[in-house]
């Protein structure tokens, strides 16, 4: 767990008890937490922490924990969810999870067994975040390519020759060359595959368009 961010915690249950219980578990392994005693009441929190996870009871008055998954995808809410449930039917296990749960433990559960969940959850979340930062650097270094080095980039990155590429832009092949030159300067990149795969992760993010 990182040790410059604190991670928060939000539990979401309606039964007392266990929102005491587990916020001072999570206090003491060194956390921040929030509790919420209905998925209305959390709905409402306007200001979520980045580094943070949701553990949610299932079965709760009003909007249950199903619903609250559902709304916080439709908000685009996009905060790693662990189930909690005194009602541990498989088929509701199954359908968290297809919806992108990080697990889903039925109670009573071992304390390790939730905290273990919360660092896969944050560990999940991390990765995350780290992917999008680096698409973000490699949207920013192909953003200060000239249009002719695009050019060349999609080029190379089909497998094509300099005298092939020459051919299909209308220019020396020498040209190419320096284009080709600038192109792997500009995106820090030293091999061809490097530049493919970088041509790919942009068009799968939807980062330039195909």
Excluded: W
Aim: proline share 3%; glycine share 6%.
């Amino acid at each position: 767990m990182s040790k410059d961010l604190v991670p928060t915690v939000y539990v979401v249950d309606d039964d007392a008890s266990v929102r005491e219980s587990l916020s001072s578990l999570l206090r003491s392994a060194g956390m921040q937490v929030e509790v919420f005693a209905s998925a209305l009441a959390f709905l409402d929190h306007k200001n979520l922490q980045a580094f943070a996870c949701v553990v949610l009871d299932v079965r709760m008055p009003g909007l249950d924990g199903f619903g609250l998954q559902e709304r916080l995808s439709s908000l685009g809410r996009d905060i790693p969810i662990i189930f909690i449930t005194g009602h541990g039917e498989v088929p509701l296990a199954v359908r968290a999870m297809r919806a992108g749960a990080i697990d889903f433990l039925n109670k009573p559960f071992e304390d390790t067994d939730l905290l273990n969940a919360i660092e896969l959850a944050l560990s999940h979340l991390s990765s995350t975040s780290h992917e999008r930062l680096a698409l973000t650097e490699l949207r920013g270094l192909y953003d200060t390519l000239t249009s002719r080095e695009k050019q060349i980039m999609a080029e190379v990155a089909l497998g094509k020759l300099n005298k092939a590429i020459a051919f299909d832009l209308g220019v020396t092949e020498s040209t190419v060359k320096v284009h080709r030159h600038n192109v792997m300067h500009k995106m820090q990149l030293k091999s061809v595959p490097a530049l493919t795969m970088a041509m790919q992760r942009l068009k799968s993010a939807h980062a330039i368009s195909s």
